[in-house]
């Protein structure tokens, strides 16, 4: 994803599916090839649950899975189908944070995996219903997925899944009983999942596909006994860090019978988290026994901020042309309504968006539905750059999220940052800092990327008036990948805002730190040394950005000699 822009790139040209497919299919093929069958001896009893990733460690340890998990992520990040959406992410994040600190709290990650694994939660824009853990703490969320829960319990309750499919170490017991084949493997699939996709189009794809399941068919019935008792395991762990974290235990149930009504359907494909997750009756069974067999209701606190999330991953996952406008008729009926104006910046920070009059199409039913379906339509109109009409329907979200004077703070603060993107996209700048201005206070990754993109186009505009913002952009930045080095979006932002600022050789080094924190580690050697060469210029002479410049080239260079050695000593995942 492009950014500073807080959302994806508008394309027509490539389906999304065929693109979302590559990430799925790169970790598929990835812990497919790597699955080997258990020893007998490993085989639980459906009554004993012991921990089963107790002994993972004798078998790959804990540093090579990070390793695994790192080399994968750099293929991920540069895939087209891999998501940086700042709003939506962080919403996502909002979830797992808790989520592993109970983790933390119950034990279940050791001091040895919480030093080294990176708990991080990414998305990837595909329709199927599907979340993934990849060796090294990464999981991997399908927009489908969120898009198909009705609360953000149900979406803890996978969350949580997967975390302790981690936390066990259930990855490293798959691929640890013939490591260094594993490890090969492991890499030699992606190389070639790769290949066939710039090559072939599906057709390789399915040909990859083949090749690699073809090998193992003698194993699979083994493999998918071994999971099951993994899958009984995560439900148990992840019910104790899902209860622990404060999330209604209702929603893991809840999402177990949505996915046994779900494998009716599982035919056309949109529920490949069943084919990886078996569910089972005793799984289903003990999902509901833990609840006392009582009906307990699914929590819905926040019910309107998850509606928002939900509109925003079913308008993300499918940004075809003629998808996007059957988002935007969510509120068809309300846009030809004549007497409803315009949704209108604030004249002071503190004032409300203008009123609008109640539209038959969002009296139908409830506050959470018609709020997603404003939301939808007003995000679908911006992409679709169907200016009035996302004034129309922004409007509409900004009423139905303050009426029946029972305000929603999160939601209404959703729906602002939605008419901060969709006023800036457009160059209405003075109208989106009118928008932002009860925003600035907060150092949240959505508003300082949403700032930094106001403050570029404004810079762009007219870049002496804009000195105050782009210098308050770029502090709060610098601030921010202080903490977050790896964030690869904060520092094209910084970039492209140094840039504006004539600060080329500060522009180039951030430049590189994107590539850096990509995974591109000889894209960013290469923005290093072209940084080097203009730090020789009298008029591009800045001492201690040089310094900067110099010291991570040493680093960067060294780390890529590393994994070159490692490769040709076929220690390492690129063996």
Known sequence: MPLPAPSPRHETRRPPRRRGRRVAAIVSAALLLGAVAPPAALAQSPNALPALGDSASEDLSVGTEREIGIQIMRIVRRDPAYLDDPMLLEYVNEIWQPLVAAARKNGN????????????????????????ALPGGFVGVHLGLIAMTVDRDELAAVLAHELSHVTQRHIARSIGVSKQASLLGIVATILGVLASSRMGGASGGNAAAAAVTG????????????????????DRVGYGVLTEAGFTPAGMAAM???????SRLMDDGNYPYLRSHPLTVERIGEARARLGGANVPVYTGDILEHAIAQARSRVLMDPRVESLRRMQDLDADAVRAPEVPAVAAPRNPDAKVEQLPDVAVFGIGSRTQRLGAAYASALASTLLKDWQRADHALGIAFK??????????????????????????????DRALAMLAPLRAEMSRPVLLLQAQLARSLGARDPKTAQAELRDSEDRL???????????SAWKALSDLWAVDGQPLRALRAEAENEYALGNLPGAIERLRAGQRMARTASASDYIEASVIDSRLRAISAEMRAIIEAQQKGRGPGG
């Open 400 to 429: 139905v999220a303050s009426e029946d004077g029972k305000p929603d703070p999160r939601a209404e603060r959703a729906v602002r940052l939605l008419a901060v993107q969709s006023l800036t996209d457009r160059g209405d700048l």
């Open 215 to 234: 090998g193992r068919a003698a194993t699979i019935q083994a493999q998918l006994n071994f999971s099951r008792d993994m899958e009984r395991e995560a």
């Open 256 to 262: 177990f019978d949505k996915l046994e009504n779900a």
């Open 478 to 488: 610098q601030t921010w990948v202080a903490n977050h080095p790896l964030d690869a």
């Open 109 to 132: 990650i050791t001091d040895e995996i919480d030093l080294r694994y990176t708990f991080e939660a990414f998305l990837v824009r595909e329709r199927s219903v599907n979340a993934f």
